[in-house]
Structure formats: C-alpha cells, structure tokens
C-alpha cells in the first residue's frame, strides 16, 4: 500500500522559508517520478514542482528560483525548500507520485498522478 505523508507547512510571513517533507513508503522511491502540488482556497490544484526518475527537475514559473525540490533515496523522504514566500504562496501543499520512471506530459498534469499525501497547510502573511 502506498502512503505519502507530508509535513513541515506552518504560518510564515512574507520572505520567510519553509521546508516541506514526504515521506513516502510502499512506492519504488528511487528513480520514479514525484511532485508537489497545492491548492487555494477557491482555485483549482495546481502544479508547483516536479522530480523525473533522473532527478531532472521543472517548476511553476511562479516559483522559479524560489522553491527547491529533491529527494533523500535513503530516507524515502521527498523535500520542498520554499524560500521568499509570497502570500500568493498560500495553499494547501500536496505530495504526489506518478507511478512511473518519467513524468507525464505535460509534466504537472495533477490528473495524472496516482498516489497523494493528505496535505500540509501553508500560510504566508504581509
């Protein structure tokens, strides 16, 4: 049975960081692809980052050069390193694994991600 299981969201105010944990168990971690997504109050999900099976990664343009994906094989864990936080930024995050080496295409299409965490609230203050 796949579990992800995320953790480390909180109340942040602009330009602070956070870090977001997965930790991911009965899925073949290493070399598959994940992501994480979240979603506004009152929007749609959203792609926020992705991780191929070679550890190329792709960002929301909205998050480039801000948010950091990366994996940790030997834990199991898959991370989010937020940084400059906006309050636009605001949002339940959501772990996702696909369940195949390659992300889909394109490669932050939610529907195609099979196994999801429960969520981890992020809330970013002016």
């Known amino acids: 049975q796949v579990q992800l299981v995320e953790s480390g969201g909180g109340s942040v105010q602009a330009g602070g960081s956070l870090r977001l944990s997965c930790a ?16 506004a109050p009152g929007k749609e999900r959203e792609g926020v980052t992705v991780i191929d099976g070679d550890d190329s990664t792709n960002y929301a343009d909205s998050v480039k050069g801000r948010f950091t994906i990366s994996k940790d094989n030997a834990k199991n864990t898959l991370y989010l390193q937020m940084n400059s936080l906006k309050p636009e930024d605001t949002a339940m995050y959501y772990c996702a694994a696909y369940g195949g080496v390659w992300c889909p295409v394109p490669k932050m299409k939610e529907r195609s991600y099979s196994y999801w965490g429960q969520g981890t609230q992020v809330t970013v203050s002016s």
């Open 24 to 39: 991911v168990s009965g899925y073949p971690f290493s070399g598959y692809c994940m992501g994480w997504f979240r979603q």
